[in-house]
C-alpha cells in the first residue's frame, strides 16, 4: 500500500505562492491518477487538481490560471505550484491517488495546511 506525504505549506500573504510536494512511498506510473484535493473548516473536501498518467491535467475552475500540477516519476513525487494566492485558497490541501481510470481516489496523504492571510 503506498504512502504519500505532503509538505510545504504555511502561511502567505494573499498575492503569494507556494509550492506542495507529495511524496509517494511507491512509483506514481503505478496510479492512473495524482492529484490535490483541499478542505476548508465546515466545507467538503474539494478535487484542485489532477494528472494522469497519460498526460491529462485538470483544474477546478477555481484554480485554473493560477495553480499548476506537475510530477517528477523519477523522484516519486506530485507537486502543486500555487500562485497569486487567496483567502479563500486557505484550506487543508491533500494529495489523492486513484488507482485505475474506474476508481476513486484511494489513497491520501494526511494534509498540510495552507493559511492565506494578510
Known amino acids: 500500500q503506498v504512502q504519500l506525504v505532503e509538505s510545504g505549506g504555511g502561511l502567505v500573504q494573499p498575492g503569494g505562492s507556494l509550492r506542495l510536494s507529495c511524496a509517494a512511498s511507491g512509483s506514481i506510473d503505478s496510479f492512473n491518477a495524482m492529484g490535490w484535493f483541499r478542505q476548508a473548516p465546515g466545507k467538503q473536501r474539494e478535487l484542485v487538481a489532477f494528472s494522469t498518467t497519460g498526460g491529462t491535467t485538470y483544474y477546478a475552475d477555481s484554480v485554473k490560471g493560477r495553480f499548476a500540477i506537475s510530477r517528477d516519476n523519477a523522484k516519486n513525487t506530485v507537486y502543486l505550484q500555487m500562485n497569486s494566492l487567496k483567502a479563500e485558497d486557505t484550506a487543508v490541501y491533500y494529495c489523492?491517488?486513484?488507482?485505475?481510470?474506474?476508481?476513486?481516489?484511494?489513497?491520501w496523504g494526511q494534509g498540510t495546511q495552507v493559511t492565506v492571510s494578510s
Open positions: 489523492g491517488a486513484r488507482p485505475t481510470l474506474w476508481s476513486r481516489f484511494e489513497y
